[in-house]
C-alpha cells in the first residue's frame, strides 16, 4: 500500500510522477538523456540497452524490483534478450556475463557509484580507459548509477505498487519505452 494517495493500478514511478507532474517531467527528461540522447552522442560508445544494463544493474543492487524490472525488460528489448538471460546473468553476476570487458569495468564503477560516490576509485576509472571507454561513457555511467539510485528511493520511499510474477506488464511497457522514450504524459 503506498504511503500516499496514489491512482490505484498505476505501478512503479508512474503512480508518484502520475501525482506530480511538475516533477515527473525533468525526470523523465534526463532519463531520456542519460538512457536514449546521449547513447548517439559522437563520444558515447554505449548503445541504448547497455546504458539500461546500467540502470538495471544499480535498481537491482538498490533492490527495487519495479525498476530493475522494467529498466531490464527495456534493455532486454534493445539487445535482442527475450527470454531476459543476458539481464539475469548481469543482476547475479556481471563478471561473468556475456558482456564485454568495457561494461564489465564501467558496471564495476556503477556499483561503487551505488555504494557512494566517494567509492569511485581512479583505478576503476583507468581500467575502463583502458577497456575502451571514454569520458562520456564514464560521465555517463556515474549519473545513471546516481540517477537511478534517486529514482529507486522516489519509488521505494512511497511504498508504490509492482506488478510481480507479470513479466508481460513489463515487456509491453518496454515496447512503449523503445518507441517512445520516457514521457511525462506516460512515465516510466
Known amino acids: ?3 500516499i494517495d496514489l491512482i490505484p493500478g498505476i505501478h512503479g514511478i ?5 501525482f506530480s507532474p511538475e516533477t515527473a517531467r525533468p525526470l523523465n527528461d534526463l532519463a531520456n538523456v542519460l538512457l536514449r540522447a546521449n547513447a548517439h552522442h559522437p563520444d558515447s560508445t554505449l548503445n541504448e540497452g547497455e546504458r539500461e544494463l ?3 544493474y544499480v535498481s537491482a543492487r538498490n533492490d ?3 525498476c530493475q524490472t522494467i ?3 527495456v534493455a532486454s528489448h534493445h ?3 527475450t527470454e531476459w538471460t543476458l539481464v539475469e546473468s548481469v543482476k547475479c553476476d556481471y563478471q561473468t556475463a ?8 564501467l558496471l564495476t564503477i556503477a556499483a ?3 555504494q557512494g560516490g566517494k567509492y569511485v576509485t581512479t583505478e576503476q576509472v583507468e581500467a575502463a580507459r583502458l577497456q575502451g571507454a571514454t569520458d562520456r561513457d564514464i560521465h555517463d555511467t556515474v549519473l545513471i548509477a546516481a540517477a537511478f539510485c534517486l529514482f529507486n528511493r522516489y519509488v521505494d520511499g512511497l511504498a508504490t505498487t509492482a506488478p510481480v510474477n507479470n513479466p508481460d506488464f513489463y515487456r509491453n511497457r518496454a515496447i512503449g519505452v523503445v518507441a517512445n522514450g520516457y514521457a511525462a504524459a506516460d512515465p516510466q
Open 1 to 3: 500500500m503506498p504511503h
Open 112 to 114: 561503487s557509484v551505488q
Open 71 to 73: 529498466h531490464g525488460a
Open 54 to 56: 546500467i540502470a538495471t
Open 98 to 105: 556475456a558482456i564485454s570487458d568495457k561494461l564489465k569495468a
Open 64 to 66: 527495487c524490483y519495479f
Open 14 to 18: 508512474r503512480g508518484p510522477m502520475t
Open 79 to 81: 539487445l535482442g534478450d
